[in-house]
């Protein structure tokens, strides 16, 4: 219900006469209770927006701090490179430009100062364990608030809500596929994977944002394997880089594990070669 409605009903619920019935006073506060819930995100989400990042958290890391994967390719020695999937052809024209628009970030997502943090959340938007327990704790409770308002989220789908306290502006709530056991894997756990990156890269487009952080979607609770997953984010953001590359500054893909820094380094430099 829309914010304007919820106050009609308020005022409709004050003007009741006296003489109303237990159930009904119980209501009327159920009612009030709600508008206040509301109102608390929504002021507290403004606020957030308006605040730069250093003001939320002092130790976090801007966008200067993180080095382009054309200038990690430069300074670091990297392992070898792992070959692309089958069928994933890219355009070798845009190699220049689109290594400027990668990076890899090693360490903990809720530290970024940039527009947007993926999470890698479950249906119901209410935080889990994993880093959308992380996400939760650092951006403070009117994101689960929040996230009541917007579930659930489908599998593959993904929903944007503010970043509150943390010193991202926006989170982008997605929700990957979920597996028992990694030999599980199917073609459509590929497929909703591959949604997640789509849906939430064009919900950073859509709403004129320029910077984006994914953590490493599935690839912990929801047991999708690291190197396949790393193979769909990489292609992912390759593909929507072709088309968008003029309205996306940068893709950060945030490494938590060792196992995913070595996988990344492998896979970034086929499909991000530095040069055609
Ligand atoms: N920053 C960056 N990455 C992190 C952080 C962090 N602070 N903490 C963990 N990771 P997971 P999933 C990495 O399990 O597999 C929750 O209960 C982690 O090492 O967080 O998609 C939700 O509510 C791994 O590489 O997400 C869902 O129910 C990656 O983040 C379920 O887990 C993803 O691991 C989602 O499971």
């Known amino acids: 219900m829309s914010y304007l409605k919820l106050s009609q009903k308020f005022s409709e619920l004050i003007n009741v006469s006296n003489g109303l019935k237990?159930?009904?006073?119980?209501?009327?506060?159920?009612?009030?209770?709600?508008?206040?819930?509301?109102?608390?995100?929504?002021?507290?989400?403004?606020k957030y927006l308006n605040m730069k990042a250093e003001e939320k958290q002092?130790?976090?890391?801007?966008?200067?701090?993180?080095?382009?994967?054309?200038?990690?390719?430069?300074?670091?020695?990297?392992?070898?490179?792992?070959?692309?999937?089958?069928?994933?052809?890219?355009?070798?024209?845009?190699?220049?430009?689109?290594?400027?628009?990668?990076s890899i970030f090693e360490g903990d997502i809720t530290k970024l100062a940039i527009d947007a943090i993926v999470n890698a959340a479950n249906s119901r938007l209410q935080g889990g364990g994993g880093v959308d327990g992380a996400i939760h704790r650092a951006a403070g409770s009117c994101l689960r608030l929040e996230g009541a308002t917007l579930a659930p989220c489908n599998t593959g789908d993904s929903k944007i809500t503010g970043g509150y306290q943390l010193p991202a502006k926006y989170v982008i709530q997605t929700v990957g596929p979920q597996l028992a056991r990694p030999e599980e894997l199917n073609k459509n756990h590929f497929q909703l994977l591959e949604n997640c990156y789509r849906n939430s890269l064009e919900l950073l487009v859509a709403k004129k944002l320029k910077t984006i952080a994914f953590p490493c979607i599935s690839t912990g609770i929801y047991s999708f394997p690291n190197l396949p997953a790393a193979h769909t984010a990489a292609y992912q953001a390759r593909k929507f880089l072709e088309k968008e590359h003029p309205n996306v500054d940068r893709i950060i893909f945030c490494l938590f594990l060792q196992t995913d820094k070595d996988i990344y380094k492998g896979v970034l430099q086929s499909y991000f070669p530095v040069s055609g």
């Open 22 to 46: 237990l159930s009904d006073i119980k209501f009327r506060s159920f009612r009030s209770n709600s508008i206040r819930t509301i109102m608390a995100w929504e002021t507290e989400k403004e």
């Open 58 to 102: 002092k130790n976090c890391i801007s966008l200067e701090k993180i080095p382009t994967w054309k200038r990690l390719c430069e300074s670091e020695k990297l392992p070898k490179p792992i070959m692309k999937m089958e069928n994933c052809p890219i355009d070798n024209k845009l190699n220049g430009i689109l290594s400027e628009k990668i």
